[in-house]
């Protein structure tokens, strides 16, 4: 088994691996260590309660023993359980006290089936802030050298979105909007008065199409997104890149492959290729390529590294810096309030609008914050309550339905702050030496808490989100904050981060390793810091432009 590239893992990033690799005319195979997915069969918009045993509740026995870590994350359901791993096949560990949530999904696809689809670009405030405040490594490249990139995927994946000119959350290359409904669009005027201009509710830039793209249709507002998308209206790598690499001719995708380490030639001090375990025969299997690019999320890259150890890396493949591992990071989210609101009570939506408002960052930009650095952006709408309020309502017949859909009662806005984690060597992901997985890979154990500067900006999520709503006239404000462990926001970051430096990072500005430069690291593990918005986006640009620096090195033949 001999391939020009190999891209180990089918999601965000290893979908887009292979479509650039593939387009660029290598012979591609990529690895999944999950099983293939058929949309026609797998896909679950159209289920409704009453076909699933359960009513939609879920067997809670059994997410309970099978289960018991992604159970907490809400699109882990009686629908879209299937699409999380079992987390007693796919153990690891942390200390008492120290939980850390890891979420994932092992098909083809991976987690880019049921991502939140939200996808904002970085400013030069991001990538700036780790030597401007002297945390971590300073990032290798900064806005002017990623915004091509952004472009370049942002075209192919279809994503919606408001242009509002700001320097701290540039635009792209949108679709029009879905529009504001009426309360969220009377808030945003309300706001931007009596702000001036510094809180603004924008759409939430989304990957889910309002117009036909590339023979995907436009989103028909179903509103079960993390179900599977039947019309392919939202981007993951099943509707969209891994199509595109099989049209090629190009590529070979093999399920069932859990891979288990990168093979290095001292000799050459270069990998040869990947060693995986038929996850069906537990067969060991080697593939060989001239390059290799790890794609299978933050945390589980690293684990190959961690276990591809050699002599001359006894501490993880090109971990001559001793950063691999380190500087794991999250968001922290889960900080803000509720409100009922006075106005817009003689309008109603129709439709399940699939995205959210979006108040972009605003905490230390002109001004600094006396007790957190970095910021936060809120998620959030509008809403009033919807016929399905029933399930939980007192009632039966004719006239409880009407009742239903005739009084919805008032809007009700929320806030939900997301921030950013800052990166510190102390969290960190190491092997654990008493712990493997259903095919006898060691497994990781995960050492990872947030700081003070996360739990205060975290209070100032509930304060501002508070103070927004009063300035809306809510009544009723129910504000929230809870006490969640890194890892549920799903944004796991760092543990092989990029640099400028061999000594004190794992790659380089194109995400090429230092010590083994035929070894590319394009998901969430190579991030420097996570500034405070959704990262998807980032890791498709940083992917394709990784793609395309291989391609002119093996063009060099410097590979």
């Not at 939980?99 to 939140?116: D, H, L, N, T």
């Not at 605003?362 to 709408?381: D, Q």
């Not at 420097?528 to 980032?538: C, D, G, H, L, R």
Request: a positive charge; one cysteine or more; aromatic letters at 10%.
């Amino acid at each position: 088994m001999t391939y020009d590239a190999i891209v180990v893992g089918s999601g965000i990033s290893g979908g887009w691996a292979a479509k650039e690799l593939t387009e660029h005319g290598l012979r591609t195979i990529v690895l999944e260590a999950g099983r293939p997915i058929d949309p026609a069969v797998d896909y679950v918009q159209n289920v409704r309660p009453y076909d699933l045993r359960y009513r939609g509740m879920g067997d809670r026995k059994r997410k309970d023993r099978y289960q018991p870590i992604q159970r907490n994350t809400g699109a882990c359901d009686e629908w879209s359980s299937k699409f999380f791993v079992n987390d007693l096949e796919n153990p690891y560990s942390f200390p008492d006290g120290k939980p850390f949530y890891w979420i994932r999904g092992r098909q083809v696809g991976g987690r880019s089936i049921m991502w939140g689809r939200c996808v904002y670009r970085w400013s030069d405030l991001d990538f700036e802030a780790n030597a401007k405040e002297g945390f971590g490594v300073d990032w290798p490249l900064r806005y002017k050298d990623l915004a091509p990139w952004w472009s370049h995927v942002e075209k192919f994946v279809g994503v919606q979105g408001r242009k509002e000119n700001l320097a701290t959350l540039p635009d792209g290359e949108f679709q029009p909007p879905w529009e504001l409904n009426a309360a969220e669009q009377r808030s945003r005027d309300i706001l931007l008065a009596k702000f001036g201009g510094e809180r603004l509710i924008t759409n939430a830039r989304l990957a889910v199409l309002t117009q036909n793209h590339d023979g995907r249709a436009a989103c028909h507002l179903c509103g079960h997104c993390p179900r599977g998308c039947m019309t392919f209206s939202y981007f993951s790598s099943i509707n969209s890149t891994l199509p595109a690499a099989r049209k090629t001719g190009r590529l070979t995708l093999r399920p069932f492959s859990v891979v288990h380490s990168v093979i290095y030639d001292p000799a050459k001090k270069r990998a040869t290729g990947v060693r995986f375990i038929d996850a069906n025969t537990k067969q060991v299997i080697d593939v060989k390529a001239k390059v290799v690019f790890l794609c299978a999320s933050a945390m589980e890259s690293t684990r190959i590294l961690l276990n591809s150890a050699t002599a001359e890396f006894p501490t993880g493949l090109g971990n001559s810096s001793g950063e691999l591992g380190h500087n794991l990071m999250d968001h922290i989210m889960d900080g803000g309030a509720t409100g009922t609101l006075p106005f817009a009570l003689d309008r109603r939506e129709i439709g399940n609008r699939p995205d959210a408002i979006y108040v972009p960052r605003f905490r230390n930009i002109k001004t600094k914050h006396p007790n957190f650095l970095r910021g936060y952006g809120f998620e959030g709408r509008a809403e009033r309550a919807g016929w399905d309020r029933g399930a939980g309502t007192p009632g039966f017949g004719a006239a409880f339905k009407k009742s239903l859909i005739k009084d919805l009662g008032p809007w009700e806005m929320s806030f939900g702050g997301f921030g950013e984690m800052l990166p510190r060597h102390e969290n960190y992901v190491s092997l654990d030496p008493h712990l493997v997985d259903s095919w006898g890979i060691p497994a990781l154990r995960v050492n990872c808490v947030y700081s003070d500067n996360e739990k205060k900006m975290q209070q100032d999520m509930v304060v501002s989100a508070t103070e927004m709503l009063e300035a809306l006239g809510a009544t009723n404000i129910r504000t929230f904050k809870e006490d969640n462990p890194p890892g549920l926001v799903i944004h796991e970051s760092g543990t092989a981060r990029m640099g400028r430096d061999p000594k004190t990072s794992v790659l380089n500005s194109h995400n090429q390793m230092w010590d083994v430069p035929n070894v590319f690291v394009t998901d969430g593990a190579c991030m420097p810091s996570t500034a405070n918005q959704n990262p998807s986006i980032t890791y498709m640009a940083l992917t394709a432009r990784a793609a395309d620096y291989a391609r002119q090195l093996l063009n060099r033949r410097e590979l």
